[in-house]
C-alpha cells in the first residue's frame, strides 16, 4: 500500500497553527473587504442615514468613557498603592467588584435607579414635587456614566500594579532631582506607569466598542446594535456586513494609535526595589480618601447590584419556575462545553508554540488569539456568512441524500456558536494557560527527559500536573465570560438556546427590568468567582 | 575644615523594630564616606533618613550647620538639595538618556539645561547615547547615566544606595574607580552605602562599619584595617586570625611565638589574657627564622599565596607569602611575626 508522506513534527504544528489562526482570519476576510468594495446601494443609503450618527456617538462614547476611567481608575489606583487610609485593605479588593456585572446588567439597573419612575426621582418628587430638574439618564452622558462605571476597573487594576510597585519609588527619585510630591506625580509616576494605564484604557474602550446589551437598553444608536437591527430587523445581511467592517477599521486605528505610541521605548520595571512603607493619610485627606472611594464604589457596585437583588426578590415568585430553570441550564451547559473548547484549543497553541518557537508560528499564534478584539457583533457576521455559504455548497452536493426540505445543515447548529466562541475567548484562555507554560522552565523539561520520561508519559507526568492551576484558572474566566456573553449567543444560537443572557436582552428591550433582575443576579455571582479568584492570586 | 554633614544621635524605628540606634558621624566639605554592613544593618535607612524619605524618631541631621530633621520637624525631601543614586538606577524608561540627565533642571533656562546636559553627558562619556534610551545601554552605562541625573543639579550631598551591586565583579571594580574620579574632579561630597569591603576602600575617604544599626566605628581604611577598635570590625574587615596572648607590659604582649611591642599603650592590665589579631600580611615568611610552622592549607592568587599555617601549639594562623615561594602542604616553613599594630581584644 503506497503511505502518504508524513508531515514532520514541525509541519505538524505549522498546521495547526494554520488552522487555528483561520478563526479569526476568515471572519476577518469576510469583513474587511466591505471597506474597500462597498455595495453602492447600501452605501449610499448608510451615508445618508446612520453613518455619521454612529461615529458621532462612537466618538463621544469613547471620548467619555475614555476621560472617565482614566479620571477614577488612575485616582483610585494611586490611592490605593500608594497611601494608607482607613479601609484601604477592603477598597483594594472591593473597587474590582464592577468586574463582576456585566455593563447590560449594571445598565438596566441603574436605569431602574435614576429614571422617572425609580427611587431617586420619586423620593425628589414626593419630597419637593419636582423632579424635572434631574437630567435623564437616557443620554449620552448616561450611557457613558454607566460604561464608564462598567470598566473602570481595568485601569485601576493595571495601573495599581503599576504604582504598587513603583509609585513610591517614583515620588523618591523625583524628590531626589528637586520636585514635591504633586510634581512627582504627574512627571515621574504617571509617565512611568503610562504603558499599563495605556493597556487598561485599550481594553476600556475595546469594551466600550464592543458593548451591545447596554447600549440596546439605552436605544443609542451604536455600530453593534445597528449591525444587530440591520440583520434581524432588516434583513440584510449585507448592510451588517458593511456596518461591522466600520466597526472593525475603528478597533484597528485604535490598536495602530497605541503600538505607535509606545515608539521605542520599553518599559520594563528594573531591579528589585525593596517593598516600600505607605504614606499614610491623616485627617480630612483620609476622610477625602475614604468618601471618594466609597461613592464610587456604591455607584459601581454595591446601589445597581441591590437594585436588582431587590427586583429579584419582588419577582421571585413569578420568575422563579421551569423556564429559568431551562435558561440557566443552557447557560452552564454552552459554557462549560465553550469553557473546555477553549482551554483544550489554548493548551494545543501553548504547546505547539513551545514545541515549535519559529516568527511565523509566534506570528500564527497572534492571529489566532486576535479574536478578543474583534466585537461579538462583528464575529457573529463574520462566521455566519461563510458558514451560510458552506451550507449552501453542501446542500448542493447532497442533495439527493438529505430529507426533502432541508435548509441548514451547519447553519444555526451548536457547532457555529462553539466556533464562535473559541474564536472571541481564546486569548482568555490562552493567557492564563501560557502564563503556566512559561513556569517550566526548559531545564525541567531536559532534566524530566534525562530521567527518561518522553512524549505522553512528560505530558501526563510533568505538563500537566504543574499546568493544572493556569488550567483551572482558563477554565473559570472563559465560562463566566461566556455566561456574561449577550451578542454572539444572541445571533447565533441554535433554535430554543436561550440563555440568561439572552433571557435579559428579551426582558429588558421590552423595559421589564424587574423580570430580568433574577437572570442577572445568577450571572452577577457568576461572575464573582473569577474577582475572588483576581484577589486571591494577589495576596 | 566645618563638618558638612552632622548626624547627630539618630533613631529611627519602623513600629517596633529599630532600625538606626542613637548613631552619630559626621562628614566634612569634599569628603567621600561610606557606610559598610551586611544586609539589614540599618545602612540603607541612614540613607534615606539624610534623603529626608524616612522621619527620624530621635536626633538631629544637620547640613551644612542647618537642620535638615529632627525628631520634631523634616525639611521636605525635594527642598534639601541631595542628589541620589538609587540602588536600580531608577531611570526613567520613558526618556532619553539627554532627558533624564536633564530631568531636575526645569528650573532653568533651555540654553543653560542644554549646556548642563551636555557637561554631563561628556563627564560621564556618553556624549554618543544621548538620543538612546535607558533600556539600550549596558548595566555599567545606566549606572552613569544615573549618577550624571543625580550630579546635574549640583547636589550639596550625594547619596549612593548600594551603587554597583547590579553590575558584574569586573566592571564594579573599575566603575567604582570611575565614579571616585568624578566626584572629586567635581567636588561633591558623597555618602555610599555598601556591603562590599572593597568597593567601599576603593571610593572612600571615610567607611563606617555598622552592624545592628548601631555604627561600630568611622573612620580611614587604614585605620579600619590596622586599627579596628572591636572584635566585630576586625573580622568584618580584612582576613586575619585572632590568637591567644598575655599582657606583659604597658606595651607589650606575649604570643606562643615571642614577645611583641607596640607603639601605643594597650590599655590592659598585665597578667591580662587577650586575643591578639593576626592579619596574613604579619606573619612573613622567613627561611632564616628559627620559628617554624606547617603548611597547612594553601591558596594560590597568582600574584601571592595564602598559606594557613599551623604553629607548634596547633594554633592556625594565615600568612600572605610571595608567589615564588611554592611549599608543600605538609611542610615546616620558617616564619616570623611583623607586628606594627598590636591588636587586641580581651579575652570573652
Known sequence: MPKLPALSGLTRWRVLLLLLSLLTLLPLAVIIPAVFSPDPAIWSHLVDYLLPQLFLNSAYLMLGVGCGVLLIGVSLAWLVAVYDFPGRRFFNWALMLPLAMPAYVMGFSQLGLFDYTGPLQSWLRASWGDSSWVPSIRSTPGVILVLTLAFYPYVYLLARNAFATQGRRALEVGQSLGLSRVQGFWRVALPMARPWIMGGLMLALMETLADFGTVSIFNYDAFTSAIYKAWFSFFSLDTAKQLASMLVLIVFVLVVLEQRARGRRAYTQSGRAAPLHRLPLQGGAAALAVLFASL???????????????????????????????????????SALAALLVCAVALLLSYAQRRAPSRVNQML????????????????????????????????????????????????????????????????????????????????????????????????RLHLPLLRGGLMTALLMVFVDVMKEMPITLMTRPFGWDTLAVRIFT????????????????????????????????? | ??????????????????????????????????????????????????????????????????????????????????????????????????????????????????????????????????????????????????????????????????????????????????????????????????????????????????????????????????????????????????????????????????????????????????????????????????????????????????????LPSGQHVLAQVGSHHNHAIGESIGIRLELDHLIAFKRE
Open chain 1, 296 to 334: 464610587v464604589l456604591l455607584l459601581a457596585f454595591v446601589l445597581p447590584f441591590g437594585q436588582i437583588v431587590w427586583w429579584s426578590y419582588q419577582s421571585l415568585e413569578a420568575e422563579l419556575n421551569g423556564d429559568l430553570l431551562s435558561y440557566s441550564l443552557h447557560s452552564v451547559v454552552l
Open chain 1, 365 to 460: 499564534a497572534r492571529l489566532a488569539t486576535m479574536g478578543y478584539a474583534v466585537p461579538g457583533t462583528v464575529l457573529a457576521v463574520g462566521i455566519f456568512v461563510p458558514v451560510a455559504w458552506l451550507d449552501n455548497v453542501l446542500l448542493g452536493l447532497f442533495s439527493s441524500v438529505l430529507p426533502q426540505g432541508t435548509t441548514a445543515i451547519l447553519k444555526g447548529s451548536l457547532l457555529v456558536l462553539l466556533l464562535a466562541y473559541l474564536a472571541r475567548f481564546l486569548a482568555v484562555g490562552h493567557t492564563s494557560v501560557d502564563a503556566a507554560m512559561h513556569r517550566i522552565t526548559r531545564s525541567q523539561e531536559e532534566a524530566a527527559r534525562n530521567l527518561g520520561w518522553f512524549g505522553w508519559r512528560l505530558v501526563t
Open chain 1, 507 to 539: 426582558l429588558t428591550t421590552e423595559g421589564e427590568w424587574e423580570r430580568a433582575a433574577l437572570p442577572a443576579v445568577a450571572i452577577v455571582l457568576a461572575g464573582l468567582l473569577p474577582v475572588i479568584l483576581l484577589s486571591k492570586e494577589e495576596n
Open chain 2, 1 to 310: 575644615m566645618s563638618a558638612l554633614l552632622e548626624f547627630s544621635a539618630v533613631s529611627h524605628a519602623y513600629g517596633a523594630r529599630r532600625v538606626i540606634d542613637s548613631m552619630s558621624f559626621s562628614l566634612q566639605d569634599g569628603e567621600i564616606g561610606c557606610l559598610l554592613g551586611g544586609s539589614g544593618c540599618g545602612k540603607t535607612t541612614v540613607l534615606r533618613c539624610i534623603a529626608g524619605f524616612e522621619t527620624l524618631g530621635e536626633g538631629e541631621i544637620r547640613l551644612s550647620g542647618r537642620v535638615l530633621a529632627d525628631a520634631a520637624m523634616a525639611v521636605p525631601a525635594h527642598q534639601r538639595e541631595i542628589g541620589m543614586v538609587f540602588q536600580d538606577y531608577a531611570l526613567f524608561p520613558h526618556l532619553t538618556v539627554e532627558d533624564n540627565i536633564g530631568f531636575g533642571l526645569s528650573a532653568l533656562a533651555r540654553s543653560e539645561r542644554k549646556s548642563r546636559v551636555a557637561a554631563m553627558l561628556a563627564l560621564v562619556g556618553l556624549v554618543s547615547y544621548a538620543k538612546n534610551y535607558p533600556h539600550e545601554l549596558s548595566g555599567g552605562q545606566q549606572q552613569r547615566v544615573a549618577l550624571a541625573r543625580a550630579l546635574a543639579t549640583r547636589p550639596r550631598l550625594l547619596l549612593l544606595d548600594e551603587p554597583f551591586s547590579n553590575l558584574d565583579v569586573d566592571l564594579r571594580e573599575r566603575l567604582s574607580r570611575e565614579v571616585r574620579d568624578i566626584l572629586k574632579h567635581e567636588g561633591v561630597s558623597a555618602i555610599l552605602v555598601t556591603h562590599d569591603q572593597h568597593e567601599a576602600f576603593a571610593v572612600a575617604d571615610k567607611v563606617g562599619v555598622m552592624q545592628g544599626g548601631a555604627l561600630l566605628q568611622w573612620a580611614t581604611p587604614y585605620q579600619l584595617y590596622h586599627e579596628p577598635v572591636s572584635r566585630y570590625v576586625a573580622n568584618f574587615i580584612g582576613q586575619g586570625v585572632l590568637v591567644p596572648g598575655k599582657v606583659s607590659g604597658p606595651r607589650c604582649l606575649t604570643l606562643e611565638v615571642g614577645e611583641f611591642c607596640g607603639l601605643l599603650p594597650l590599655g590592659f592590665a598585665g597578667g591580662d589574657t587577650v586575643d591578639v589579631l593576626l592579619r596574613p600580611d604579619d606573619v612573613v615568611h622567613d627561611d632564616a627564622s628559627e620559628q617554624t610552622a606547617v603548611v597547612v592549607d594553601k591558596v594560590f592568587r597568582g600574584a601571592d599565596f595564602h598559606y594557613t599555617l599551623a
